[in-house]
């Protein structure tokens, strides 16, 4: 067993006041022949300033795609009695869609109306079946111009669109 010194719970509290997790308290350590602890074990985890602004962009485009699909799910095609809008949102994986299912004239409906990726700090637009001009709402929403991917369209294509 160690024995504390003075200085043992001030410098415990000062590593977790600073975000540091304890690991250990005290770290036992073994080596061949011998045996020792040491005071404290602690680790804290480090994103540098590039890292963090660019998941706090993917946060905010996440954001912005779930209320725009969201808003959109609330309105319900007139010519569609029986089809549902349904939001399928895989904020861990970055996959967004909304969806229309159910059955019209005798035919069962299944399509997507919108399909979003956040593919690393770009959003990706795969699926846009209707006329609305989804560059521009999306970038009233926070999303730069320049991080939107229209993937439906060919390559040449993709910057022009909005």
Do not use: C
Not at 40 to 59: G, P, Y
Not at 88 to 110: A, E, I, P
Not at 140 to 156: F, K, R, T
């Amino acid at each position: 067993m160690t024995r504390k010194d003075n200085y043992h719970d001030a410098v415990r509290n000062a590593l977790e006041r600073d975000g540091w997790t304890i690991t250990d308290d005290p770290l036992a350590v073994q080596t061949p022949g011998t045996e020792f602890q040491i005071d404290l074990a602690a680790e804290r985890v480090v994103i540098s300033a590039e890292k963090s602004q660019s998941m706090d962009k993917v946060l905010k485009y996440q954001k912005a795609i779930v209320s725009f699909l969201g808003d959109y799910a609330k309105i319900k095609p007139a010519n569609f009695k029986e089809v549902q809008n349904q939001l399928f949102l895989d904020t861990k994986n970055h996959h967004y869609q909304l969806v229309r299912v159910g059955w019209q004239d005798g035919k069962h409906v299944h399509y997507a109306v919108f399909h979003f990726d956040i593919i690393g700090d770009k959003v990706w637009v795969q699926q846009n079946r209707t006329d609305l001009p989804i560059g521009y709402e999306l970038m009233d929403s926070g999303i730069a111009e320049g991080d939107l991917v229209y993937a439906y369209l060919p390559v040449e294509l993709r910057g022009a669109a909005a």
